[in-house]
Nanobody, 120 residues
Framework: QVQLVESGGGSVQAGGSLRLSCTTS?????MGWFRQAPGKGRDFVAA????????YYEDSVKGRFTISRNIGDNVVYLQMNTLRPEDTAVYYC????????????????WGQGIQVTVSS
């Protein structure tokens, strides 16, 4: 069983930045982030493959968020810049065997989630 532990969430004003981290018990092929805003379902945010050669982003975060990973330390990061109030959500670190599956929501492991709040 892979364990995913998120950290780095919190509150920030619009235009600010946060960096989320996800530490895994061991490396798994595809890693990424989903988020769930109040009253809504869980939506894809970003994903990265094992070699950190391919990454995908949801359209609204392109150019503002960057996903990266440190394979040796089993850590995945989500650098979030120019944050907007609509980015407010619980962010979940996720893992899947294949990048394509992760992007489509076929998730094998979920973290417990971490709150990100952006005020206007």
């Amino acid at each position: 069983q892979v364990q995913l532990v998120e950290s780095g969430g919190g509150s920030v004003q619009a235009g600010g930045s946060l960096r989320l981290s996800c530490t895994t018990s061991y490396s798994i092929d595809a890693m990424g982030w989903f988020r769930q805003a109040p009253g809504k379902g869980r939506d894809f945010v970003a994903a990265i493959d094992y070699e950190a050669e391919k990454s995908y982003y949801e359209d609204s975060v392109k150019g503002r968020f960057t996903i990266s990973r440190n394979i040796g330390d089993n850590v995945v990061y989500l650098q979030m810049n120019t944050l907007r109030p609509e980015d407010t959500a619980v962010y979940y670190c996720v893992a899947s065997r294949q990048l394509a599956r992760l992007v489509k929501g076929d998730i094998r492991y979920w973290g417990q989630g971490i709150q990100v709040t952006v005020s206007s």
